[in-house]
C-alpha cells in the first residue's frame, strides 16, 4: 500500500514539474485520474446520499448517543458497567445497523424509484433507528420500574420487533369507551 501511494505521490509531482515532456506528464496525469476517479466517485454518492438523508443521518447519530447515555447509567445502577464491554458492545451495534442498512438499501435501490420502493426505504430507516432506540427504551422503562414509557408503548416495540409492522407501531392506540 505504502509502494502505491508513493508512486502515486511522485506522479502527482512528474505533472507539475515542467523539466518533464508533455507527453510524461500526461501519462502521469492519467495514472492519477484512474487511481482518484473511483474515489472521487464513490465520495460524491456518499455525499449525494448525505444531503438526501440528513435529517435522518442526524436522528441515528443523537439516537445512539442517547443509547450510550442511558445504557451507561442503568448499568451503573445495576453496578454491571464496564468501558470495555461499553466500546465493544456500542462497536458492535454500530457496525451491525451500518451493514444491515447498507445491505437492505442496496436491495431496495434495485427496485428505482417508486411508492413500493419509497415506503422500503423509509421501514429500513424506521429500522435501523428502531434497534438503538428500542434498547434505549427498554433501559429506560427498567429504570423507571415500568412506568415509564407507558405499557403499551413497550407492548407495540416488542411486536414491532416480532413483526416489523410499522404502520402498527406508529398507529394510535384504541381509545376505551
Do not use: C
Amino acid at each position: 500500500m505504502l509502494h502505491i501511494m508513493k508512486h502515486l505521490f511522485y506522479s502527482l509531482i512528474l505533472v507539475g514539474d515542467d523539466r518533464f515532456t508533455l507527453t510524461e506528464r500526461f501519462v502521469a496525469w492519467f495514472k492519477l485520474l484512474l487511481a482518484f476517479s473511483p474515489v472521487a466517485y464513490v465520495l460524491d454518492m456518499f455525499n449525494l446520499w448525505f444531503v438526501d438523508n440528513k435529517k435522518f443521518v442526524t436522528l441515528f447519530i443523537l439516537v445512539l448517543m442517547v443509547n450510550a447515555i442511558v445504557g451507561m447509567v442503568k448499568h451503573s445502577r445495576e453496578n454491571a458497567f464496564d468501558w470495555k464491554e461499553f466500546f465493544i458492545k456500542t462497536s458492535e451495534m454500530v457496525v451491525v445497523v451500518i451493514v444491515v442498512y447498507f445491505l437492505l438499501n442496496a436491495l431496495g435501490s434495485v427496485a428505482g424509484e417508486n411508492i413500493i420502493s419509497d415506503g422500503f426505504e423509509k421501514m429500513i430507516q424506521v429500522s435501523t433507528i428502531f434497534y438503538p432506540s428500542s434498547k434505549a427504551l427498554k433501559s429506560i422503562y427498567i429504570l423507571s420500574k415500568g412506568k415509564y414509557p407507558p405499557k403499551f408503548i413497550m407492548e407495540k416495540l416488542y411486536n414491532f420487533e416480532k413483526d416489523g409492522d410499522v404502520s402498527e407501531l406508529l398507529k394510535k392506540p384504541k381509545k376505551d369507551v
